[in-house]
């Protein structure tokens, strides 16, 4: 019984925390870049509406999973159009592209609502499969699950030991002195808008071809709003994003076992339980947090390109 | 900040008791979103919240009808308010 929940709550904690740690982490690398993106939710829609239809039509999750990554990689770059060469204000201009991306999912999903797909694998790690308890929580999963935490570690060796993350962060921290040392703010901003773009578009896509199956109107259900929140968690940093994005997908899983096993608790206060934690996590880390913060995240650089 | 959340309480009441005269768990469909997005159209003019409210309340309208008759989802409404809404930041920042 004790096993049989723990296994559970740890797969779940796995399953739901892997599309938010592909999200957090394409918001860690568009605000490097000093660029605030709440739009988040709009992309991962588009993501996992786009791969959804192209696993219809052409049978392979793999293409749909690419499909998606392009879809948020276009989508971020009108974004990027937006707040960096027509100097619009982020906050504003993410609200109206989640908006965007929830109509436009939408209209293109309405007619495949309710249609099953075979969707991505699921690969047995051979040996480690056999581990009792942990071993069917942990290495029974689709390949985005196992490719999530190699990921971060890439976003965090890109961003802190390439020059290419030396001069996002240098962009995000003050674009005016990036500028005078001969970057671009304007290309590296461009750059980092459309990497953020492809993870956030496979973010949606496991969501409908990984652990649905199927595709909803808003399925993401505020997944992109939490991204955003776990990014100050993480204080920026892609590995302290692991921690985050598994620690609320364990909230997540948490909540669904103790709905699913009929404890008697409000289903509403369930529902309640991984906003409350993130609620007090960030009121118990929040000075801290603010220092971390890239020192010119949000603001438009006005200066030549 | 106070005054502001009474009056974000005013708009939920008014949502629950007018409207749909009920209480139901998902009552308030992105309009919080909606509100940051008007108050920041409006530039802090309350005339201009009254014009962007309404301009953005007919487009909501409008995905609640094109639901009833054309069977598209309602969120479509949602595309016209966030082109809309991209005219309006794109022009904006390039003026600032």
């Given at each position: 019984m004790i096993?049989?929940?723990?296994?559970?709550?740890v797969?779940?904690?796995?399953?739901?925390?892997?599309?938010l740690?592909?999200?957090?982490?394409?918001?860690?690398?568009?605000?490097?870049?000093?660029?605030?993106?709440l739009?988040?939710?709009?992309?991962?829609?588009?993501?996992?509406?786009?791969?959804?239809?192209?696993?219809?039509?052409?049978?392979?999750?793999?293409?749909?999973?690419?499909?998606?990554?392009?879809?948020?990689?276009?989508f971020?770059?009108?974004?990027a159009?937006?707040?960096?060469?027509?100097?619009?204000?982020?906050?504003?201009?993410g609200?109206?592209?989640?908006?965007?991306?929830?109509?436009?999912?939408a209209?293109?999903?309405?007619?495949?609502?309710?249609?099953?797909?075979?969707?991505?694998?699921?690969?047995?790690?051979?040996?480690?499969?056999?581990?009792?308890?942990?071993g069917?929580?942990?290495?029974?999963?689709?390949?985005?699950?196992?490719?999530?935490v190699?990921?971060?570690?890439?976003?965090?060796?890109?961003?802190?030991?390439?020059?290419?993350?030396?001069?996002?962060?240098?962009?995000?921290?003050?674009?005016?002195?990036?500028?005078?040392?001969?970057?671009?703010?304007?290309?590296?901003q461009?750059?980092?808008?459309?990497?953020?773009?492809l993870?956030?578009?496979?973010?949606?896509?496991?969501l409908?071809?990984?652990?649905?199956k199927?595709?909803?109107e808003?399925?993401?259900a505020?997944?992109?709003?939490?991204?955003?929140?776990?990014?100050v968690?993480?204080?920026?940093?892609?590995?302290r994003?692991i921690?985050?994005?598994?620690l609320f997908?364990?909230?997540?899983?948490?909540?669904l076992q103790?709905?699913?096993r009929?404890?008697?608790?409000?289903?509403f206060?369930l529902?309640?339980?991984?906003?409350?934690?993130?609620?007090?996590?960030?009121?118990?880390w929040?000075?801290?947090?603010?220092?971390a913060?890239p020192?010119s995240?949000?603001?438009?650089?006005?200066?030549?390109? | 900040?106070?005054?502001?959340?009474?009056?974000?309480?005013?708009?939920?009441?008014?949502?629950?008791?007018a409207?749909?005269?009920?209480?139901r768990?998902?009552?308030?469909?992105?309009?919080?979103?909606?509100?940051?997005?008007?108050?920041?159209m409006a530039?802090?003019?309350?005339?201009?919240?009254?014009?962007?409210a309404?301009v953005?309340a007919?487009?909501?309208?409008?995905?609640?009808i094109?639901?009833?008759?054309?069977?598209?989802?309602?969120?479509?409404?949602?595309?016209?308010?966030?082109v809309l809404?991209?005219?309006?930041?794109?022009?904006?920042?390039?003026r600032?």
């Amino acid at each position: 019984m004790i096993a049989a929940f723990a296994r559970s709550l740890v797969a779940g904690a796995v399953v739901s925390g892997t599309p938010l740690l592909y999200a957090t982490l394409a918001e860690v690398i568009g605000e490097r870049a000093g660029v605030v993106n709440l739009g988040l939710e709009g992309v991962m829609l588009m993501g996992a509406v786009v791969g959804f239809v192209t696993t219809v039509h052409t049978g392979s999750a793999a293409a749909g999973v690419l499909a998606a990554a392009l879809a948020g990689a276009a989508f971020n770059a009108l974004f990027a159009w937006l707040v960096v060469d027509r100097r619009a204000n982020q906050l504003a201009t993410g609200l109206a592209l989640m908006f965007c991306g929830v109509g436009l999912s939408a209209l293109i999903g309405a007619p495949y609502i309710g249609r099953p797909i075979t969707g991505l694998a699921e690969l047995r790690v051979p040996g480690l499969a056999s581990i009792p308890v942990l071993g069917p929580a942990l290495f029974v999963h689709d390949a985005l699950v196992y490719a999530a935490v190699p990921v971060a570690v890439a976003t965090w060796w890109a961003l802190f030991w390439t020059r290419w993350g030396l001069a996002v962060r240098a962009v995000g921290e003050n674009p005016v002195a990036a500028f005078a040392a001969g970057r671009s703010p304007r290309a590296v901003q461009y750059q980092a808008l459309v990497l953020a773009g492809l993870l956030a578009g496979i973010a949606g896509a496991h969501l409908s071809i990984g652990v649905a199956k199927t595709w909803a109107e808003w399925m993401t259900a505020g997944r992109g709003f939490i991204a955003v929140a776990l990014v100050v968690f993480a204080r920026w940093q892609p590995l302290r994003a692991i921690a985050g994005a598994f620690l609320f997908g364990g909230a997540i899983s948490l909540q669904l076992q103790l709905q699913a096993r009929g404890v008697p608790i409000s289903p509403f206060v369930l529902d309640m339980l991984p906003y409350v934690l993130s609620l007090a996590v960030l009121a118990a880390w929040g000075g801290m947090g603010r220092q971390a913060a890239p020192g010119s995240l949000g603001r438009v650089f006005q200066g030549q390109r | 900040m106070i005054v502001g959340g009474g009056l974000a309480g005013l708009a939920g009441m008014a949502e629950v008791s007018a409207i749909q005269g009920r209480l139901r768990p998902s009552l308030s469909p992105g309009y919080g979103y909606t509100g940051f997005l008007i108050s920041w159209m409006a530039a802090g003019h309350p005339a201009g919240i009254v014009g962007a409210a309404f301009v953005l309340a007919v487009i909501t309208a409008g995905g609640d009808i094109l639901q009833m008759t054309q069977a598209l989802p309602g969120s479509v409404a949602n595309i016209l308010m966030a082109v809309l809404l991209f005219v309006v930041l794109g022009r904006s920042g390039a003026r600032s």
